[in-house]
């Protein structure tokens, strides 16, 4: 079993950096593939980057590649997501996952889910 929490959301204006953070449980996070997705009102839960369980590979959507970056510290059970250069469209609420197989950007692969974190971006 897996509990994820995430922090680090807020408002921010468009052009502006948000870093956020997802704290795991348990003892097996650094086997563990770690994904963020991010779902906006009335729109599906998307696919936003995904890491290793090692760190050593990492993919990103086409609409945040080169604004966003994923890593994991996993002395500390934590993944994080540095998103710079926000845009209006990046408001959703964020969510980070885990699951126990290779790296996959479909969200039905992922076992275990956080409670989401909202980001707002104003102009």
């Known amino acids: 079993q897996v509990q994820l929490v995430e922090s680090g959301g807020g408002t921010v204006q468009a052009g502006g950096s948000l870093r956020l953070s997802c704290a795991a449980s348990?003892?097996?996070?650094?086997?563990?593939?770690m994904g963020w997705f991010r779902q906006a009102p009335g729109k599906e839960r998307e696919f936003v980057a995904v890491i290793s369980y090692s760190g050593s590979n990492t993919y990103y959507a086409d609409s945040v590649k080169g604004r966003f970056t994923i890593s994991r510290d996993n002395a500390k059970n934590t993944v994080y997501l540095q998103m710079n250069s926000l845009k209006l469209e990046d408001t959703a609420v964020y969510y980070c996952a885990a699951r126990g197989g290779i790296v996959t950007r479909l969200v039905s692969e992922y076992d275990y889910w956080g409670q989401g974190t909202q980001v707002t971006v104003s102009s």
């Open positions: 348990g003892r097996t996070f650094s086997s563990h593939t």
